[in-house]
């Protein structure tokens, strides 16, 4: 700021405005003594006395001090919402993963406003209530011109009997209360009343398609967000200008939010200038989401950049830490193990709160089977984020892959308290009771699994189906194999099926299935052994010959092979080679007897 002095007796004069083109205002005041307080929405104020001469002094040039920019976050997100809507899974997941990503990346933890239904249960400040949330968005009014401002909401997003207005549902929504809703206007007066100019709005928008999700109530409307008219200004990333959002294939997480977060974390820094902007954060997501989605699930998610699509402020400086995880995850990707070791441990040296760095560890552990390293590990990560599920759940693959049902059905249990959204926990608790043959548990764990998943996953409807045949409820183990075999058609599940129907005398269905499976996988002898056996019951003597003597060249001490052999044989007065087989079987059984199940 330049002072200069007025010869005149003329009032104090002030340039004005001080506009951002303005790189000196110039004061001038006529003689005397001030005390000038000297302010800019950009800079520290100063405090500063002066003696004004009569004659002309030379100019006074006061320099302020930039404010340092800082960055804040108000992350939001609910499972649920109103009990009356389909929970959307992975919410907690999704936010909780970017904040700690952003916290990497610069955001200071003290600046990051974190709600979500689990850090609420541990902490009544942190729950997703509209109160709370509004509170949050009301302190974004108090930051500089310099500061950059992120807001993320997940969840539900519709309109009700207004057609006017769109609402976002915190957690305990009610909509015959207003103050209990989020209305998307309220939340865009909130980004226009920040001063600052870096702002970038994120709404990951839709509902999840469950396979129990719930028809949406009467007066409640799907928003189509696409058309919702947006400042300029304020550019605004939708998860879905319509109406669906998937789930990312692997990872536990939304499509939108795991690609927003490993943007955040460098993978958008396309020209590796070490900085992420809005500008690259889009292109690689509205690029990512629709390529994977598409692929895994076969109907692509196309997110939407409204408002100021051309910004290009710069979002996150990631850490080397985070672009060392990065590169680690891409090389598991390719199967460089020893590789991404080595940049997880740089990672982890450089930030040893880095919980994703000590995740993806965990995995690696996994592979080399070293289980209890990998139970060390997760107790690690539990300690340092006690929100964590999968450190839980993890920690039940390591003592499920010792042979330890017991502990790893409390790890189970303890991420599913966590998490009650964790289809995968619930699968392999179920796991846990199947093999203490506690299988009308496992058959409600495994159906859990199946309802919360939000894609449709073989494995578990195989699961279902096997507790259910142990059972002998054949007729509940068909529609389960055969959902299993439309996703993904494999030799044990068809060869399954097909013993299920041969329990309930249908021989032609059960035969079809044996037949199908062999051409799929000819090596399994039990798969022969049934054929064999169905051929038998159908009155087809030589075809059964033919099947049993398969069995036995692939498995030369498959006792019940010969049995059922000398049966057919006897069956077209072969009478030499009944009794041969009779006779191996006798010997066989002598040797080595085979279990009742067998």
Same mark, same amino acid.
């Given at each position: 700021? #330049?002072?200069?002095?007025?010869? *005149?007796?003329?009032?104090?004069?002030?340039?004005?405005?001080?506009?951002?083109?303005?790189?000196?205002? *110039?004061?001038?005041?006529?003689?005397? &003594?001030?005390?000038?307080?000297?302010?800019?929405?950009?800079? $520290?104020?100063?405090?500063?006395?002066?003696?004004?001469? !009569?004659?002309?002094?030379?100019?006074?040039?006061?320099?302020?001090?930039?404010?340092?920019? $800082?960055?804040?976050?108000?992350?939001?997100?609910?499972?649920?919402?109103?009990?009356?809507?389909? *929970?959307?899974?992975?919410?907690?997941?999704?936010?909780?993963?970017?904040?700690?990503?952003?916290?990497?990346?610069?955001?200071?933890?003290?600046?990051?406003? %974190?709600?979500?239904?689990?850090?609420?249960?541990?902490?009544?400040?942190?729950?997703?209530?509209?109160?709370?949330?509004?509170?949050?968005?009301?302190?974004?009014?108090?930051?500089?011109?310099?500061?950059?401002?992120?807001?993320?909401?997940?969840?539900?997003?519709?309109?009700?009997?207004?057609?006017?207005?769109?609402?976002?549902?915190?957690?305990?929504?009610?909509?015959?209360?207003?103050?209990?809703?989020?209305?998307?206007?309220?939340?865009?007066?909130?980004?226009?009343?920040?001063?600052?100019?870096?702002?970038?709005?994120?709404?990951?928008?839709?509902?999840?398609? =469950?396979?129990?999700?719930?028809?949406?109530?009467?007066?409640?409307?799907?928003?189509?967000?696409?058309?919702?008219?947006?400042?300029?200004? %304020?550019?605004?990333?939708?998860?879905?200008?319509?109406?669906?959002?998937?789930?990312?294939?692997?990872?536990?997480?939304?499509?939108?939010?795991?690609? @927003? !977060?490993?943007?955040?974390?460098?993978?958008?820094?396309?020209?590796?200038?070490?900085?992420?902007?809005?500008?690259?954060?889009?292109?690689?997501?509205?690029?990512?989401?629709?390529?994977?989605?598409?692929?895994?699930?076969?109907?692509?998610?196309?997110?939407?950049?409204?408002?100021?699509?051309?910004?290009?402020?710069? /979002?996150?400086?990631?850490?080397?830490?985070?672009?060392?995880?990065?590169?680690?995850?891409? $090389?598991?990707?390719?199967?460089?193990?020893?590789?991404?070791?080595?940049?997880?441990?740089?990672?982890?040296?450089?930030?040893?709160?880095?919980?994703?760095?000590?995740?993806?560890?965990? /995995?690696?552990?996994?592979?080399?089977?070293?289980?209890?390293?990998?139970?060390?590990?997760?107790?690690?990560?539990?300690?340092?984020?006690?929100?964590?599920? #999968?450190?839980?759940?993890?920690?039940?693959?390591?003592?499920?892959?010792?042979?330890?049902?017991?502990?790893?059905?409390?790890?189970?249990?303890?991420?599913?308290? %966590? +998490?009650? +959204?964790?289809?995968?926990?619930?699968?392999?608790?179920?796991?846990?009771?199947?093999?203490?043959?506690?299988?009308?548990?496992?058959?409600?764990?495994?159906? !859990?699994?199946?309802?919360?998943?939000?894609?449709?996953?073989?494995?578990?409807?195989?699961? &279902?189906?096997?507790? /259910?045949?142990? /059972?002998?409820?054949?007729?509940?183990?068909?529609?389960? =194999? *055969?959902?299993?075999?439309?996703?993904?058609?494999?030799?044990?599940?068809?060869?399954?099926?097909? $013993?299920?129907?041969?329990?309930?005398?249908?021989?032609?269905?059960?035969?079809?299935?044996?037949?199908?499976?062999?051409?799929?996988?000819?090596?399994?002898?039990?798969?022969?052994?049934?054929?064999?056996?169905?051929?038998?019951? %159908?009155?087809?003597?030589?075809?059964?010959?033919?099947?049993?003597?398969?069995?036995?060249?692939?498995?030369? #001490?498959?006792?019940?092979?010969?049995?059922?052999?000398?049966?057919?044989?006897?069956?077209?007065?072969?009478? @030499?080679?009944?009794?041969?087989?009779?006779?191996?079987?006798?010997?066989?059984?002598?040797?080595?007897?085979?279990?009742?199940?067998?």
């Amino acid at each position: 700021v #330049t002072i200069r002095t007025i010869p *005149t007796k003329a009032a104090i004069e002030v340039m004005k405005p001080f506009a951002q083109n303005v790189k000196t205002p *110039t004061i001038l005041l006529k003689p005397g &003594r001030y005390t000038l307080r000297i302010s800019h929405p950009e800079y $520290q104020p100063q405090t500063i006395k002066l003696r004004v001469g !009569e004659d002309q002094n030379p100019p006074a040039v006061v320099r302020l001090n930039p404010l340092p920019s $800082q960055s804040y976050a108000v992350l939001a997100g609910t499972r649920q919402g109103w009990e009356k809507l389909s *929970t959307s899974p992975y919410v907690h997941n999704d936010l909780n993963l970017l904040a700690r990503s952003l916290q990497v990346a610069g955001y200071p933890s003290k600046n990051i406003s %974190l709600f979500t239904s689990v850090w609420g249960k541990r902490d009544a400040q942190r729950i997703p209530s509209a109160e709370r949330i509004r509170n949050a968005l009301s302190k974004l009014s108090k930051l500089h011109a310099r500061d950059r401002a992120l807001i993320v909401l997940s969840g539900h997003i519709a309109r009700l009997s207004d057609p006017n207005e769109i609402y976002f549902f915190p957690e305990n929504a009610k909509p015959e209360r207003p103050d209990s809703l989020l209305s998307l206007n309220e939340i865009l007066n909130s980004l226009k009343a920040c001063p600052a100019r870096e702002k970038l709005l994120i709404l990951d928008n839709g509902f999840t398609p =469950l396979r129990n999700a719930k028809p949406l109530p009467p007066g409640v409307k799907l928003a189509d967000l696409s058309k919702v008219e947006i400042p300029t200004n %304020l550019p605004v990333l939708l998860g879905t200008g319509q109406h669906l959002r998937y789930p990312h294939a692997q990872a536990r997480n939304g499509a939108l939010l795991y690609f @927003v !977060e490993r943007g955040f974390s460098g993978a958008a820094d396309v020209n590796q200038d070490g900085e992420v902007t809005v500008k690259e954060l889009s292109e690689y997501v509205l690029s990512k989401v629709p390529e994977h989605t598409a692929k895994a699930i076969h109907s692509a998610q196309r997110p939407l950049l409204l408002g100021a699509t051309s910004s290009s402020f710069v /979002l996150t400086r990631p850490e080397k830490s985070l672009t060392l995880l990065q590169r680690a995850r891409a $090389q598991v990707r390719k199967n460089e193990i020893a590789k991404a070791t080595q940049n997880l441990h740089q990672a982890i040296s450089l930030k040893s709160n880095l919980i994703e760095a000590y995740l993806q560890q965990s /995995l690696l552990l996994y592979q080399q089977k070293d289980f209890k390293g990998m139970i060390e590990l997760c107790n690690k990560i539990s300690k340092l984020d006690p929100t964590s599920a #999968t450190a839980y759940h993890r920690k039940g693959d390591a003592y499920l892959a010792l042979g330890n049902w017991t502990e790893a059905r409390k790890a189970y249990s303890w991420s599913l308290r %966590l +998490d009650p +959204d964790y289809p995968e926990s619930w699968s392999q608790r179920g796991l846990t009771y199947q093999k203490e043959k506690n299988l009308n548990r496992a058959i409600a764990d495994f159906t !859990e699994a199946i309802e919360r998943s939000p894609v449709p996953i073989p494995q578990r409807y195989e699961r &279902r189906g096997v507790a /259910l045949f142990a /059972l002998k409820q054949y007729e509940k183990v068909i529609p389960d =194999l *055969t959902e299993a075999i439309r996703l993904k058609p494999d030799a044990f599940r068809l060869h399954l099926r097909a $013993q299920a129907y041969y329990s309930l005398q249908k021989y032609d269905n059960a035969l079809a299935d044996c037949t199908e499976a062999l051409k799929l996988d000819q090596k399994q002898p039990e798969i022969w052994f049934t054929r064999g056996v169905i051929h038998r019951e %159908l009155g087809n003597q030589t075809e059964a010959i033919d099947d049993f003597s398969e069995a036995i060249k692939l498995r030369s #001490t498959f006792a019940r092979a010969y049995f059922n052999r000398s049966l057919s044989y006897k069956s077209l007065s072969r009478e @030499v080679e009944a009794k041969a087989d009779l006779e191996r079987f006798a010997e066989l059984q002598k040797s080595k007897p085979e279990t009742k199940e067998d």
